[in-house]
């Protein structure tokens, strides 16, 4: 299969593009570690494929409208002692 009918088919399939579907995969990916964990923004960044701290806090304020730092103060799940 062509990477152009990929393409296609995929989107008929799914609804979004193949590049869609990664970034909001890799969002999702993001805002579970940040929300579960006490990771470095740069570590989140490296292991759902952001790359870069940068990277991940230009997605996060283009689709949420927040960076990063705030997204886990608002949603961070504190454990309770």
């Not at 940068?54 to 409208?65: H, V």
């Amino acid at each position: 299969m062509s990477p152009r009918n990929f393409t296609r088919v995929f989107t008929r399939e799914t609804g979004v593009s193949p590049a869609r579907y990664v970034s909001e995969a890799r969002l999702a990916a993001a805002r579970q570690h940040l929300e579960q964990t006490t990771d470095t923004l740069e570590h989140i960044a490296t292991n759902t494929g952001f790359g870069s701290s940068i990277n991940l806090r230009r997605i996060f304020e283009k689709q949420l409208q927040l960076t990063p730092g705030e997204y886990r103060q608002r949603f961070h799940c504190r454990k309770m002692a």
